[in-house]
């Protein structure tokens, strides 16, 4: 249905059911809904706690302080040359982008049913504004990293920023998008399989330790040797290498597998797209 005005339709209502008909351009129209619910879901997520966004400091900072401790001090896993904390405190504010970009949208359908089954708004809304919300914790993060990282500049440690830093932009973006397009794929098939519900989290963390997240392998030639390929193949792996080398100057960057990382970013994303819009026509009746 439609309302006409001066003898033309400018509104039109009518059924979606082709394969590729994904109406992005829909979004445009409701960008303030997706601020309203970027703020919505911050402010939930620190609601009723005592310390509140404190915590988006407060979460890394331990788990940089352990990873420092295991796997930098006792394991020697950490990069040659670089003080544990930083190097540990770079991967962590990337993973955590990422992972929490991935949480939030795969618990889309299932943790909002209670709105989407009201009142009809785009449903990319929801991941969209999820995935954007994580960047407010990730930037209070990352004031937190270039803290530490001017006091390691002053006291003279063996740290070199480049101008890679200009990417920053470029591979947070694409940490969000990776992170979101496994997410809608995740949320797409929970509506059905609530089995995978239960994989997630240790899903999460089994792929955090198969990224470069608590180690640095370039320091590890024999190991590299082997297992380069496979380790770089990871999509994540080349952005993290990249915005470490980017601040502390350590790793490598390797172009081709970076290339390949965002191939792999725009395959999966729109696998995501294209199967979240499929299931949020039907998704009341199987949620």
């Known amino acids: 249905m439609g309302k006409k005005v001066n003898s033309e339709w400018v509104a039109e ?12 351009g829909e979004l445009k129209r409701y960008k303030d809904l ?12 620190y609601k009723q706690t005592v310390l509140g966004p404190a915590w988006a400091v407060i979460q890394p900072f331990f788990t940089t302080v352990v990873y420092s401790v295991f796997f930098g001090n006792i394991a020697g896993l950490g990069a ?12 962590t504010i990337m993973w955590s982008l990422f992972s929490g970009c991935l949480n939030d949208s795969a618990n889309t359908f299932i943790g909002n049913s209670g709105i989407l089954g009201k009142v009809y708004f785009p449903r990319l809304v929801m991941p969209i504004s999820s995935s954007l919300s994580q960047f407010i914790s990730f930037f209070i993060q990352f004031a937190f990293m270039l803290l530490f990282l001017a006091y390691y500049l002053i006291t003279g ?20 998008a990776l992170g979101m397009g496994f997410g809608t794929i995740i949320s ?34 024999a190991i590299m040797n082997k297992f380069y390929g496979l380790y770089m193949l990871n999509p994540v792996t080349p952005v993290i290498n990249i915005f470490r080398n980017a601040y502390l100057g350590c790793g490598q960057v390797d172009w081709l597998y970076y290339g390949i990382s965002w191939i792999t970013t725009f395959i999966v994303l729109f696998i995501g797209i ?14």
């Open 80 to 91: 040659a040359g670089v003080p544990n904390f930083i190097f540990y405190l770079s991967g």
């Open 34 to 45: 997706i601020f309203l619910f970027v703020r919505r879901t911050f402010v939930a997520k």
């Open 274 to 287: 294209l199967l979240f819009s499929r299931v949020e026509k039907t998704f009341m009746d199987t949620v």
């Open 13 to 24: 209502v009518h059924a979606n059911n082709g394969m590729f008909k994904m109406n992005l």
């Open 157 to 176: 440690s063996n740290i070199a920023p480049n101008w890679f830093i200009a990417m920053t932009p470029v591979l947070l973006l694409q940490m969000a």
């Open 188 to 221: 797409a098939l929970t509506t059905k399989y609530r089995d995978l519900t239960m994989v997630v989290s240790f899903g999460v963390s089994l792929w955090s330790y198969c990224s470069p997240v608590a180690y640095d392998m370039f320091s590890r030639d």
